[in-house]
């Protein structure tokens, strides 16, 4: 048996509607570059990452002027739902060598604020897993959940509750089982493996390794990546 690989492969082919910036957010420049091109060097700053595979959207028309010097694998295989981007981006791998036992560490491209320290500590909890895993923070804040009209409805036992970030990893044979199974209803790789009946391995994270999502977000994203 070959000894398997590790590939990343980053989901960018989002319009970011929450994030109000009026294009897509992964090319709104938060301080200096793009916010893909943050989160693509704290990839490519981990040496056992083979290759990064940026999945963009088939329409997408401005990656090449946003990241000019970008020397690895990026294809326009993204689809309507962030499950389908990733199917597309699996595909993808397997046309470039991947094979089932190989682990794909699938990473939002909105979290720009991803250390490659992170991803090592990903891959050292989970590369002896029977199942994978994915980064994560326990919630410490009192949960709610609630109504349309913005009110309580209930307060939420949080003591096992975690907040799921990226990256996910997963071999690629069973996390393309598993969202070809559950389909766009998929948000992340591991609820898809858990509708298996699997249980991945939930790795502590920070929570800098937050989401971009809101027009508040790139802000908090800037003063972040330039004070570290
Ligand atoms: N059809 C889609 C939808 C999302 N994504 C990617 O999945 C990641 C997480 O999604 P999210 O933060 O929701 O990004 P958007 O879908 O762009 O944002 P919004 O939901 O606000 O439109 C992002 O890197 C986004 O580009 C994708 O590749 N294909
Ligand atoms: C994958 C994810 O970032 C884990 O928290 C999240 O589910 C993505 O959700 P979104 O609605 O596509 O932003």
């Keep these: 048996m070959t000894t398997p690989r590790f590939f990343a492969l980053v989901p960018a082919a989002g319009i970011g509607e929450r994030s109000g910036a009026g294009m ?18 704290a990839l490519a700053a981990v040496p056992r990452v083979a290759h990064t595979l940026v999945v963009l959207s088939p329409d997408d028309d401005r990656f ?8 690895g694998w990026v294809a326009r295989v993204g689809g309507g739902s962030r499950a389908e981007s990733v199917l597309g981006g699996l595909a993808e791998l397997r046309r470039r060598g991947a094979t089932d036992d190989d682990w794909v560490l699938v ?18 909890a989970c ?5 994978g895993g994915l ?11 609630g109504d349309a009209e913005g009110r ?10 975690w907040a799921a970030q990226t990256p996910q990893m997963f071999r690629l044979g069973l996390v393309e089982r598993a969202l070809t199974a559950m389909g766009a209803a998929a948000t992340d790789e591991a609820s898809a493996v858990e509708a298996l ?7 502590r994270a920070s929570m800098a390794n937050f989401k971009v999502t809101w027009p508040e977000d790139f802000a908090l994203a800037a003063h972040l990546l330039e004070t570290k």
Excluded: N, S
């Excluded at 980064?135 to 959940?145: F, G, V, W």
């Excluded at 009946?197 to 790795?203: E, F, M």
């Design 107 to 124: 990473h939002d491209a909105a979290r720009c604020l991803l250390r490659p320290e992170w991803v090592d500590a990903l891959i050292d």
């Design 64 to 71: 090449e002027a946003a990241l000019p010097h970008h020397q």
């Design 24 to 41: 897509p957010k992964q090319y709104v420049d938060i301080a200096g570059k793009p916010m893909l091109a943050h989160t693509l060097a």
């Design 197 to 203: 009946g699997l249980a991945p391995r939930l790795v």
């Design 127 to 131: 590369a002896d897993d029977a199942v």
């Design 135 to 145: 980064l994560a923070q326990p919630i410490a804040d009192t949960l709610k959940a």
């Design 152 to 161: 309580v409805t209930a307060t939420v036992d949080r003591r096992d509750k």
